[in-house]
Each structure stands twice: as structure tokens, then as C-alpha cells.
């Protein structure tokens, strides 16, 4: 019987067919220099994190002196540089393949807060964040869902803005704020107590009467610092308002695309579940004979991987119709609810391969296994975008 290291890495000498597990050749769709870049973003995130990561997860920590090789990468820009929509989730899924966390900073950073302040900001905000948000020495966050509103926030925002004199005060608690415990300012969305519309708001986090408080004790994303943001008669000014965003449906382009980075989420952390199986079914033996020469095991793994080549096939699709400018929303709800759906399997079988030790989070199957409950959860949960795209296809509308 063989004891299994922690984790034999997935691109080690002694490869096995496939070993970056890109079976449909992905990569080949990619101009040179993304290609370039993206394995530049797959050997740091190997390499560098993938391993160091865990611990941060096990102890609930963010790892800041990451950011500057991140931003080296391109990570801090992906929204705002000149690369494919392809490339551009590729990336994401390859910092999901060593890290959820991680890539959920980089996806609300580039999706949420670089798209926000560059398509509905003012002169001002572009020339005052957008430089240092492209380094990530600058960090912002989306404060959206609250406490009494999670999937019906659309309709029921209960935080106020209220004009005053000299610009606007805000009233209210914001809930699972991701970064925000530690970001320069938040994207704050606010009802209008005068005219009763959404709108949007940068507010710099150091304004009296904001009070962030850490969310502990998740089983899930446990490198992303969650926080309640409360507003208690915060003042801000007249230029603190985003001129593009006076009402809710600015932000459905956003929300669209964050739904597609998650969908790209889900296809990253499936190759990460399948990378640690694979692995552990070559090296663990039983009854004599490595794990993987059993058949069961052998279906187990066909599944995983099969699960996430057709989480690619749809992302494939999902980034030409972005690339055309003819993406919608029933597409980033599909990709969104078919990947956290596969994801979920494709986690629970890493998990199962790994039997005992899929329950010990340095092993990575534990973890993988807990962040997939978030991408199930967040960025609209997997029942709201299943009634998005039945609403699509039916006509009909089973939750509004
Ligand atoms: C780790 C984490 C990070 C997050 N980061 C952010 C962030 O940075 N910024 C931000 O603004 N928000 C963030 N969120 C919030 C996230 O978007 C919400 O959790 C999500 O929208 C669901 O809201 P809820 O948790 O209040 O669940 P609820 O809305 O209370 O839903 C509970 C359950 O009921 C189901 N349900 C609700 N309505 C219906 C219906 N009509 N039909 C069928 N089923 C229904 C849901 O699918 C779910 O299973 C984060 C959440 C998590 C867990």
C-alpha cells in the first residue's frame, strides 16, 4: 500500500496522457500571444499559489503579497485589455484551477468593479482608479446583496440615499461583501429615497459611519474576506454618484457577464477536482493495484472529465456569442447553472476518490468539494438562473 503525498503536482515528469487535461485543445483557439500568456497564468497558478494557497484557506487569511505577481500576469486588466472574451475566461478558469478565492477577486475586480467605473463612471473616477485598479493596488468591492435580500434584491433594496445639500447620505447594511474588509472603496447600490430608483455609488471606505465586519466561519471561499458592511448616515458627495448608473438596469449588463466569469468558475475548479483525482487514482493503491486500474474508478473519472469538456463546450459558445456582441442573458444563466451543476458532481466524485483523505482540506478535494457550494450559491443562485432560462424558453415567468 502506498501513502499518497499531499498532492503529486498535475504537470510532474512522469506525465499521463493529457496532462494539462485540455483534451479538446482549448489552447489551440487562442491567438499566439494569449496562448503565451495563458500559460504563463497556468504555470504561475501551478507553481506559485496553487500549493502556498491552502493554508491561507485553512486559516481563513488573504494573501496580499500575491497581488503584485497577479498583476504581472495581466489579471488586474483582463476587462480593460485588448484580448479575446475566450481568453479572457480561460484565464479566470485557470486561477479557479488552483484557487476559487482567488479567482472570485479577479472576477468581480475586472467583471463588477473595472467594468462599472469604466462603462458607468465618471472623467473623475476613470482618472482617479482605473490605473491603480489595473495593478491591483487599488481594491474595490460590489455591495449589493443584504441581510433581508439575496436572490429578490432587485426589487427589494432596502438601503437608502437620500440627497442632502452637498451630495448624498446613505442608510443601510450590505451583506457577504466579498473584499470588504479590506478594500479602498465599494460600489454601493442604493435606493433613491426620493425618486425610488437604483443607484449607484463609489464610496471610499474610510467615510465616517461605515463599519466592516468580517464574516467567519464559512465552509466555503475562505480566502475571500466576506464582510457586513454597514451605512450609518454616511455622507458622500454629488461626484460620488456614477453618472451611468440612476437605475437598476445598468447594472444587467454587468451582472451578464459576472454570470459568464462564474460559468468559467465552474470549469476551472471541475479541472482542478479532476487534476487531484487523476493523481491520487495513479499514485493510491489498493488490493495491490494503483486506484485507477479499477473500472468503477475509471467511470468516476471519465465522468469528471467529461463534466468539465462539456462545461468548455458550452463556455466555448457562450464567449463566441460574446466575441459577436450577441450575448444574453438566458446564455450567462445557462452557463452559470449548467456549470455549478456539473461542478457539484465533478467535486463530490474528487472527493469520493480520494476517500479519508477527500475529507482533509490539504488535499485539495475537501476544499474544492466546499468552494463549488459557493459558485453554486453566488452571482445569482442555481434555482434563480434556472428560472432565467426557463423564463427564456417558456415565455413564461415562474419567479417575478
Ligand atoms: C461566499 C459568498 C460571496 C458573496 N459575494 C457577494 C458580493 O461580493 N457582493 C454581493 O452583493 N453579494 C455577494 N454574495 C451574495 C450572493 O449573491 C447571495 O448569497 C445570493 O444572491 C443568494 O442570496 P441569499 O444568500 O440571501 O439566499 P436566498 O435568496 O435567501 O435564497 C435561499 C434559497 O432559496 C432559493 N430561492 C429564493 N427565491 C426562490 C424562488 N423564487 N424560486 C426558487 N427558489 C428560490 C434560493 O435559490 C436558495 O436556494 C455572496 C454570497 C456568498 C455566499
Not at 20 to 31: C, E, H, I, R, T
Not at 54 to 80: C, H, K, Q, S, T
Request: proline share 3%; hydrophobic share 45%.
Amino acid at each position: 500500500m502506498t501513502a499518497p503525498t499531499d498532492r503529486n503536482s498535475a504537470f510532474s515528469a512522469d506525465e499521463p496522457p493529457f496532462p494539462d487535461a485540455d483534451v479538446f485543445d482549448g489552447m489551440s483557439l487562442l491567438k499566439p500571444e494569449e496562448q503565451e500568456a495563458l500559460q504563463a497564468i497556468r504555470r504561475h497558478m501551478q507553481d506559485q499559489v496553487r500549493d502556498q494557497i491552502i493554508d491561507y484557506w485553512n486559516r481563513e487569511a488573504f494573501p496580499f503579497e500575491m497581488l503584485p505577481e497577479l498583476a504581472d500576469l495581466g489579471l488586474g486588466e483582463i476587462a480593460v485589455a485588448e484580448r479575446s472574451w475566450l481568453f479572457r475566461g480561460l484565464a479566470y478558469a485557470e486561477v479557479a484551477r488552483a484557487d476559487v478565492s482567488l479567482s472570485t477577486l479577479a472576477g468581480i475586480h475586472n467583471e463588477l468593479i473595472i467594468g462599472m467605473i469604466a462603462q458607468l463612471g465618471s472623467d473623475t473616477h476613470r482618472a482617479q482608479w482605473l490605473d491603480k485598479l489595473r495593478r491591483f493596488e487599488a481594491i474595490g468591492c460590489f455591495a449589493m446583496t443584504e441581510p433581508d435580500h439575496g436572490s429578490d434584491i432587485a426589487g427589494g433594496i432596502s438601503t437608502t440615499a437620500t440627497k442632502t445639500a452637498a451630495g448624498w447620505r446613505l442608510d443601510g447594511t450590505k451583506r457577504w461583501i466579498g473584499a470588504g474588509t479590506f478594500a479602498d472603496f465599494a460600489l454601493v447600490w442604493a435606493k433613491d429615497t426620493a425618486d425610488g430608483r437604483i443607484k449607484g455609488f463609489l464610496v471610499p471606505m474610510d467615510r465616517p459611519g461605515i463599519t466592516a465586519k468580517k464574516i467567519h466561519h464559512k465552509t466555503g471561499l475562505r480566502v475571500m474576506q466576506n464582510a457586513d458592511i454597514t451605512f450609518d448616515k454616511v455622507e458622500i458627495q454629488q461626484a460620488d454618484l456614477l453618472p451611468g448608473a440612476i437605475e437598476f438596469s445598468a447594472a444587467n449588463q454587468l451582472l451578464r457577464n459576472s454570470r459568464v466569469w462564474v460559468g468559467w468558475q465552474a470549469y476551472g475548479a471541475q479541472l482542478h477536482a479532476f487534476d487531484v483525482a487523476r493523481d491520487y487514482a495513479l499514485s493510491r493503491q489498493q488490493f495491490g493495484q494503483p486506484l485507477a486500474k479499477f473500472q468503477l474508478i475509471q467511470q468516476e473519472l471519465a465522468e469528471m472529465i467529461s463534466n468539465a469538456m462539456a462545461t468548455f463546450g458550452l463556455m466555448y459558445h457562450v464567449a463566441r456569442l460574446q466575441q459577436e456582441n450577441r450575448v444574453q442573458m438566458v446564455h450567462a444563466a445557462m452557463a452559470k447553472s449548467t456549470g455549478s451543476r456539473l461542478l457539484r458532481e465533478t467535486a463530490a466524485r474528487a472527493r469520493n476518490i480520494l476517500g479519508g483523505n477527500g475529507i482533509v482540506s490539504t488535499y485539495e478535494a475537501a476544499k474544492i468539494f466546499n468552494d463549488a457550494e459557493v459558485i453554486h450559491t453566488y452571482e445569482g443562485t442555481y434555482e434563480i438562473n434556472s428560472l432565467i432560462v426557463a423564463r427564456a424558453v417558456t415565455g413564461v415567468s415562474a419567479f417575478v
